[in-house]
């Protein structure tokens, strides 16, 4: 915990934004819903390793920058890191301003505009634009049919709850009784392809096979 805020504390000196987990499951679910410019991702993490927390980001097509760290004898978990997807490695003990520097660098040569593109078989869509495209082709959508999209494009294989679509949409949950987010759902199928969401019953939402 000691150096998580250590690390904090110089990286929000030097202008970043932090978010801070203390275990892995919380590092994961962090890491699933937010488009961080990049990651430092500590392979020790109780509840659930760095290279599963890593392993199951990629698996979820989350392609932010990721600089691990291991203790100085986990030579084979950092290789594993790499071939995982990490894309740095820094053994402990560190000094803070490497880790600034590292970050720096790392956040200068990933390309936005590969950076903060998702797809999905036949669907993309540009966080920065806020564009949809389909077969390489745009597709006009409103804004909150795009919110929509962007939270399961976000988590493709997970079931995304309408509460949680809602609150994405507005910012705020659905009243009850409302069905603004199965209307919003009726059009992207209408734009995208039936097939392109898939409902579960009872519980939400997400990605099919497009």
């Known amino acids: 915990m000691a150096l998580a805020e250590g690390l904090v504390e110089a990286v929000t000196a030097a202008g970043f934004a932090a978010d801070t987990a203390f275990d892995g499951p919380s590092g994961l679910e962090?890491?699933?819903?937010?488009d961080y410019d990049a990651v430092i991702?500590?392979?020790?993490?109780?509840?659930?390793t760095g290279l599963e927390v890593l392993r199951t980001w990629r698996a979820e097509h989350r392609t932010m920058p990721v600089i691990i760290l291991s203790a100085r004898g986990e030579w084979?978990?950092?290789?594993e890191g790499l071939n995982l997807g990490a894309d740095d490695y820094m053994a402990?003990?560190?000094?803070?301003?490497?880790?600034?520097?590292?970050?720096?660098?790392?956040t200068r040569r990933v390309?936005?505009?590969?950076?903060?593109?998702?797809r999905h078989g036949r669907v993309a869509i540009s966080l920065v634009a806020k564009a949809t495209y389909l077969d390489g082709q745009e597709v006009?959508?409103?804004?909150?049919?795009?919110?929509?999209l962007a939270?399961?494009?976000?988590?493709?294989?997970?079931?995304?709850?309408?509460?949680?679509?809602?609150?994405?949409?507005?910012?705020?949950?659905?009243?009850?009784?409302?069905?603004?987010?199965?209307?919003?759902?009726?059009?992207?199928?209408?734009?995208?392809?039936?097939?392109?969401?898939?409902?579960?019953r009872g519980l939400g939402y997400r990605m099919g096979a497009v």
């Open 41 to 48: 991702l500590d392979l020790g993490l109780p509840g659930m």
């Open 151 to 200: 939270c399961l494009m976000q988590r493709p294989s997970h079931v995304i709850s309408q509460a949680e679509l809602a609150e994405q949409a507005y910012g705020r949950p659905e009243a009850p009784g409302s069905n603004t987010i199965e209307v919003f759902v009726a059009r992207l199928r209408a734009k995208l392809g039936h097939d392109a969401i898939r409902t579960v």
């Open 111 to 118: 390309p936005v505009s590969e950076e903060r593109v998702l």
């Open 76 to 79: 084979s978990q950092r290789v």
């Open 92 to 106: 402990k003990p560190f000094h803070a301003a490497e880790v600034v520097a590292r970050l720096h660098a790392i």
């Open 30 to 34: 962090l890491g699933l819903a937010n």
């Open 140 to 148: 006009d959508l409103t804004a909150h049919e795009w919110k929509v």
